[in-house]
């Protein structure tokens, strides 16, 4: 039971990339779906979450109207679509899903399964 990321890379500030998580060895359509970066010499942190009771959204501030998420139960992804990359989104990005998120959804307490994360690195 795991979740695979893809989609890291280089990217100039102000350009675009797309991350998918997809999950192995379980099916997700009730779990909650997160997404989390650290930075180097930094703590982890949510960037954005989905709620799969209700769609409600969770956006660290600084992304908000330049990163989306959209979670796809028929083609088992979650994808981070980041638009206007800015160097201080540079880190390792790591999918989470969460059954109940009952700490909330930006907790990283409330999540049961983790990806290996992928690397964004962002140059101005």
């Known amino acids: 039971v795991r979740l695979v990321e893809s989609g890291g890379g280089p990217v100039h500030a102000g350009g675009s990339l797309r991350l998918t998580c997809t999950p192995r060895g379980f099916t997700w359509e009730d779990y909650n779906i997160g997404w989390f970066r650290q930075a180097p010499g930094k703590e982890r942190e949510p960037v954005l979450c989905?709620?799969?009771?209700?769609?409600?959204?969770y956006y660290e501030e600084s992304v908000r109207g330049r990163f989306s998420l959209s979670k796809d139960n028929n083609k088992m992804t979650a994808v981070l679509q980041m638009n206007n990359l800015r160097a201080d989104d540079t880190g390792t990005y790591y999918c989470a899903a969460a059954w109940e998120a009952r700490e909330g959804l930006p907790a990283l307490s409330a999540y049961d399964i983790w990806g290996q994360g992928t690397h964004v690195t962002v140059s101005s």
């Open positions: 989905v709620s799969d009771y209700d769609g409600v959204h």
